[in-house]
Structure formats: structure tokens, C-alpha cells
């Protein structure tokens, strides 16, 4: 028996609390049952929003009417996912920020999923990294192309590759991962073409043996791109949305 605990506010559960759990179902199983306590597999939702409001029916500050759609969405988030065997829907988290204030006149919103981890600093290695879900790809990346043009289904946090220290992962758009970094133009400059694979049906990301010195953030991020609205989790994972992944911009309009 396979049992995944999650604590309230953290990320993780501590193996000593792994052990006195399992020593505890142990007891209260039937002979021959072994029980394993496992870390739930966190996957994480970055939204990326537009809000529109009528300026005719409100005097509000643009910051008010934003922080009224990050906390209606992050109130959605804790009441409908943020927990094992959920379903985001992009449309019921669409019509939680349009009820935010009655100046909203609609909203949009552009998500990813992420999923993130802390590599060795000092040896190089491998990584599987499974989204469940159908992914999004992009037209085929050519030699050269503007990141304005061009929407990887991946993408990773920056780190340091060779003399670069702002290289990062991108699929490109025909399964296989490229790591590249950005030119003065804002182009996409290949350091090396293959990097891994990208299975755009089952969102399974294979990152060849790759050793990351040195990244940007407290945590080295692969974000993914899913074809549909909705997301969905496998039953030992968590689906989380927080208030620090989401942006929202406000725009005024007069009706």
C-alpha cells in the first residue's frame, strides 16, 4: 500500500514523519500488507493573465482591481485544486476573477505548468520529467529565430552552459530539446541541438546527462505548455496554484 501525505504549507514531508507514518499504518494493516509513505509529486500552475474593467463604474487604482483578481483566483485555487486527484478548469478559474469586482468586464488567462527541483551543482545527470498531459507545440524552430515568434511547449529557469550564464532549455517544436540563450536582438542563439527529447502526446521531458553549475531562482524550473484548457494530475500528485506564480494585467476601458 502506497500511501501520499501532504503537509499544509510545505512542499515536502520529512523522512522522520515518513517513518512514524508508516510505523503507525503498519500496525493497523493486515499481516503481509506492506505500507510505503511517499512525497506527493508537486506540479505547479503559472498563470498569466489580462483583466479588462469599465473605468465608468469604479474609482478604484489599476493595483486595486489587480490584487482583487489575484485573490479571487488564489481563494478559487485553495477551494477547487491545490490537492490530490483535482482537475483545473480554465473556464470555472476565468469566471472566479470576473466575479472579483463588479467594474470587470472580462479576463483571460494564459497558463503553464511547472515542475521543480534542485540539480547537483558538481555532477551531471539525467532527467525524466512527466507532465501528464497533452502539450502544445510550436511551429518548427529554425537557426534563427525571435523569441517574439516562437512559443516553445518547454521551457526551463536559466542557468550556466559552457561561457554562457543565461542559457536555458526549448523544445523545438519536433520533440527533441535545445539549449539556447538570447542574442542582443532578442533571437534564439542554439548552443547545443540536442538536449533531450519531448513527447508532445503523453508530456513526457527526457533531458540528456547535463550538468547545471549555477541557475536563476531558488529552484531550477521546466515549465510546460498544455494543449487543452483544463489540467489534469495523476493520483500522487498535487496540482498547486499560488498567489507568487500569478500576474495579472489590468486594462482600462470605458463602456
Known sequence: M???VDLVDSDGVPETLKSSLSSFFKKRTPVGIDVEVITPEFVYIEITGKVSYNIALTTQAISSIRTKSINALTAWANNNINGFDVVYRNSKATAAVDAADNSIISSQLEKRIFKKFTPSSSLAASYNIEFNNTLKADDIFSSITSKALYEPAIESSQFTYSTSTNAFLIDDGAGKLRIVRLDNQNN??????????VNYATGLVEINSLLIPSFVGGTFNVYARVDNNDIK???QSILQLNAENITIDVLQERI
Do not use: I, Q
Not at 534564439?188 to 538536449?195: G, I, K, Q, R, W
Open 2 to 4: 502506497v500511501l501520499a
Open 233 to 235: 494530475t495523476k493520483k
Open 188 to 197: 534564439f542563439v542554439t548552443l547545443l541541438s540536442d538536449a533531450g527529447t
